[in-house]
């Protein structure tokens, strides 16, 4: 099956000049952490008078999560990536198998970017998580819980395991994320949440329902959470990727589905990580400052 070349989205990570709360470093010590499991949980951290990038919770610190097992492509690993090429150190994030983390610190290097294992559906590991990710960079700047599980389900076929291990992963693990890494955020600080554009559909998709449920969640926290950390100077946003070209979109996927998919865009193409990551990285800076509570639709148009 051939994945599409990528298109160079407008909005570039590296044409955005940002200051302080910002993924570019200073000259003076940068950090960045980045969580990898299925998607990505990214935090930034900026510690005083430095702008630092970790992907879960540290000094403008990013962490991303991204559980492919394939390590060939996910969202996450597109973040991660991204926040490391503008100077950030990353804290990758994942479930069990470590493999595709330990690619990503290795494409890093060991000396900006380590790895935690923390399974995202439990609120024990998440605040381990967290720890290991202040214990390393000193605080948190930029958050991004987006690890998922995506099921096909009717009602009729969902069981009770299915609904909590869903509801566990998509909706318990960002909550609580969140509330975990607020004691170590400031004024300044950006969460960035993962939604789909799926619930924007004007015709739904069969077997969704489970999994749109989780994201309609998310939806409903990015707007109330605002309100909540506005108080803070705390921005949270939300993300609703389109059909992106990862290794979970094209799991169990004929060419015939993919080739539906793609049609449903007028670019007669889906959407590359990197383009997700791009507007994870426009969150995370100062140019974000006065954007809260919104989803961002990135999705070519497909809906």
Known sequence: MTRPSRLRAPLQAASIPYKTPEILPSSRDESCSIDLNDNPDLVIHRAQNTRHLSA???????????????????????????????????VVNYSSD????DEVVSKIGSDRAIAVKADNSKT??????VDATVDKFGRIDVLIPNAALMQMRTVENTTEEDFDIMFNTNVKGPYFLVQKALPHMSEGGRIILLSTTVLASSSLPPNYLLYASTKGSIEQMTKYMAKDLATKGITINAIAPGPTGTDLFYKDKTPEMVQRVTSMS????????????????????KGSSWVTG??????????
Do not use: M, Y
Request: charged fraction near 20%; charge should be positive; hydrophobic fraction near 35%.
């Open 124 to 129: 024990p590991e998440l605040q381990k998580l």
């Open 98 to 101: 470590s493999s595709a983390a």
């Open 266 to 285: 007028p670019f007669g193409r889906i959407g590359t990580p990197e383009e997700i990551a791009d507007v994870a990285i426009f969150l995370s800076g």
């Open 56 to 90: 879960n919770p540290p000094k403008r610190s990013i962490s991303s999560t991204c559980r492919s097992k394939t390590r060939s492509s996910c969202i996450g690993r597109a973040i991660a990536l991204s926040a490391a090429a503008q100077g950030a150190k990353v």
């Open 294 to 303: 919104q989803v961002i639709r990135v999705n070519g148009g497909t809906a």
